[in-house]
Structure formats: C-alpha cells, structure tokens
C-alpha cells in the first residue's frame, strides 16, 4: 500500500493555500464584475437629450431651465442602473416624505362612479403673483397618498401652486366604488371631472397639467380629445410615460431588460386592487364584468391577460386591440397646441426604446412641444445623490416646478394680442415678446 512520506505533504502544504487564494480572488473578481455589469458603474452621466423645434418660446425655456441643459447626475454607486431606481421607487416611493395637507372631494359622475380627489393649497405667493393650480394624474393604481406624489405636492406648494391630485377610480383602500367600473388605461371621465370642478371652484386660476406614466396617457388624451379641455391651461408635462398600449404590449411580453418580471409584479398588484372590488364589480346589474372573467383574472399572468379579462369590459371594447387603440394618447396628442414637455429615460425597464419614437417624431413635426430624454433615472426614479443616500427631492420634482415657472413669467410677460391663445411660435407679436423675456 502507498503512502504519502512527511516530504510529499510538505511539498503540497504552500501550493494549497495559494491555489485557494486564487480561487477567492477569482471568486470576488467575478462578484465585481457582475456588480459593476448590473449597476452600469462604468456608464457615464451626461445632460438629456433634447429634442425640439428653434422656436422663440423653446430657445427661452431651454435658457431659463438650466436643469433641462445640464447634466444629470444619479447618486453614484447605484443611481446608473434603471432597475435600481425603478424598484426603489415602487417599494419606497421617496426619502423623508412629508405629509402635505389637503381636502378630499367627492365628485358624482353620470353612471353612478363616485370620483374623488384631494386638493392642498399653496403655502405661498406665486413669484409671478398669479393662481395657478397643478392638476395632477398619478401612474397606475396611484393615488395622493403615494409618497412620491406627496413629495411632488410639497415642493410645488412651496412654490406657490395650489394641487389637486386625482385618486384613481377603485385605487384607495378605504373608499368604496359606486357603479360596477374602475379606472382604466385611458379614460379621462374622472381627470375631466377634476378638471371642470377646479374650474368652477377657482374662476381666476390658471391650469398647469401634470401625468406621471400611465397619468401621463390619461391627460395627453384630455387635452387633445376636445378644444375646449385646453382653456385656462398653461401648459403640460408628462414623466414616463409609453405614448401606445398597443405599441408597447409586445415589448411588455419580452424578458429584455427584465420587462416580463415587471409585467407580472404590476399585474399581480392589479389583480389584487380589483379583487378587492369584486363584490362591487360583480353585484351591480349593470355590470360587465362575470364570474368567468374574475376566473381568469386569478390565472393571470400579465397585464394585457387582465385587460383583456376585465378592464376593456367597463367600457364595452369589442377586442382588447380596440380598447388599445381607442385609449391611447398617441392618436390625440397632436391636437394639444398647449407648451408640451415630455420626460424619458434611456433606462427606464418598463418602457422599449421603440416606444420614444413616438415623442421624437412628434417634437420634429411640432413646435410647442420638447421631448427630453435623459441617459438614466429609471421609470419614475431620477433620484439624485452623492454616494449611497437620494435626496429627499428627484430631479423629476424639480425639473417639472421649473419648467412651469418659465412657462408662467413668459405667460406673464406675453402681449395682451397672444395672451389665452396658442397661435403659431413665429407671429411678429409673439417675437416681440421672446425679445422683451431675454433680453
């Protein structure tokens, strides 16, 4: 029998411990290599990209909006990632929320739905000395309790802007729906029943539209659906948002960039949001909804399964194609003469790069409206930060509260002959006017 001599251990004691130490630094060179791939470390930070037409009113927003031109900087050791942002978003909304004050009211709509929406008022004078109010259209199944909402209701307070938030139909807890209906991926009933009353309640006040993401299809489809739903109002502007359900229920299907792990994670809290009211979905007679299709709302697996199942059935869409078609913003947006500014980001998960197409075709053919897209900040995210720790405040707050003061001192500063219209850029009044701002 062979045996190993005290020579021959000796000879493999110092190659052993040397081999392992290989191995652990191999290990911890693959764990960096894999965190630097998946936080996009090596990424650099740049300003957006901007595009629009050289208009008077453009050339002066993008020099007085310095947050729009320069760049951009996410807090460093994870801000690059849109998974990142993305998730810290969904689960933790913002840092040190404040909790802004306000009342909610209960709107009565004609087929029985009860909207409701909360209305806080500015802590101070606008600087132009004006009543403004922000309307504002959060993302799905949001609401004015949502902390990222709050956050944005607290510093345009401070501003000097009064805030009126819509809760989407069937979306807070502890409100009870009215008719057999919740709100849906385009329908503006609701925000324009927001709308009217703020108009009523305040005759002097001028309208500042806000969407978030899926908020943001709901009030591109407000504006441009009806004329008239563009009296009074300032301006518009929308953070990520897709622009095309119909677009973009293929891309939410695929596993680039994770998309069908998001997908399943949204359609998995929707289906809980309308379970919730399935004794008020099911119990009214004029309901749509059946038995079978709450069935296959528990085997869903995506969103399109669950608007295909339940959500086009509040309206009566034939095929979910038809519910796509008829509720995306993308067929109306050219109607909206209103300044328009669209926010997206490169990286945000929930969103295919084919979908920005849209807004950038859109702001080469017209000229009140500026696409910005930005190289990082997630879906919602553009949290700013040195290292480790986000600001209370995004960049997304306060890029949305400088662009609307702009539009206001120019609103301010506008000839009486252009005042409460939007009439081509190029008039010999309205460059009058651009001379006046910049110089």
Avoid at 198 to 204: G, L, V
Avoid at 262 to 275: G, R, S, T
Avoid at 297 to 321: E, P, V
């Amino acid at each position: 029998m062979t045996t190993l001599e005290d020579g021959d251990m000796n000879t493999f004691g110092p190659e052993l411990p040397a081999m392992f130490d290989g191995v652990k630094l191999a290990a911890v060179a693959t764990v960096l290599y894999i965190i630097v791939r998946c936080l996009n470390l090596k990424s650099t930070t740049a300003a957006p990209e901007i595009i629009h037409q050289d208009t008077l009113l453009n050339r002066y927003l993008l020099k007085s909006c310095p947050l729009l031109t320069k760049e951009y900087i996410p807090p460093l050791l994870w801000g690059k990632s849109g998974h990142v942002q993305t998730v810290l978003y969904g689960k933790m909304g913002r840092v040190n929320t404040p909790t802004p004050c306000g009342v909610r009211k209960f709107l009565p709509m004609p087929d029985g739905a009860t909207a409701t929406f909360d209305l806080f008022e500015p802590r101070g004078d606008h600087s132009t000395g004006d009543d403004i109010t922000m309307v504002i259209c959060p993302g799905i199944g949001n609401h004015s309790e949502k902390n990222y909402i709050r956050t944005f209701v607290d510093h345009s307070q401070r501003q000097g802007y009064r805030c009126a938030v819509l809760n989407h139909l069937g979306a807070l807890p502890n409100v009870e729906l009215t008719s057999p209906r919740m709100f849906t991926y385009g329908c503006t009933w609701e925000y324009a029943a927001m709308v009217g009353a703020i108009k009523r309640a305040f005759p002097q006040t001028q309208l500042v539209v806000v969407g978030f993401s899926l908020g943001g299809n709901i009030v591109c489809k407000f504006l441009g659906e009806n004329r008239s739903n563009q009296d009074r109002v300032l301006c518009c502007i929308t953070v990520c948002q897709g622009y095309s359900a119909l677009r973009a229920q293929e891309t939410f299907l695929q596993w680039d960039q994770c998309r069908r792990l998001y997908n399943f994670v949204l359609a998995d809290n929707m289906k809980k949001l309308i379970l919730s009211h399935r004794s008020t979905l099911l119990s009214l007679n004029s309901s749509h909804i059946s038995e079978a299709d709450v069935s296959r709302l528990y085997a869903a697996t995506s969103l399109t399964q669950i608007d295909d199942s339940i959500m086009r059935k509040f309206h009566g869409y034939n095929s979910l194609k038809e519910y796509y078609e008829q509720e995306s913003c993308v067929h109306y947006i050219k109607n909206v003469t209103v300044p328009l500014l669209l926010v997206n980001s490169s990286d945000d998960p929930l969103i295919h790069h084919s979908l920005l197409d849209i807004p950038r075709t859109l702001a080469e053919k017209m000229p009140n409206l500026i696409f910005v897209l930005t190289q990082h900040g997630g879906h919602l995210g553009f949290f700013e930060g040195a290292m480790l720790f986000p600001q209370p405040l995004t960049w997304m707050d306060k890029v949305i509260v400088e662009y609307t003061d702009s539009i206001c001192q120019w609103e301010k500063n506008r000839p009486a002959c252009q005042r409460s219209s939007h009439q081509d850029m190029n008039s010999s009044c309205l460059q009058s006017t651009g001379a006046t701002v910049s110089g």
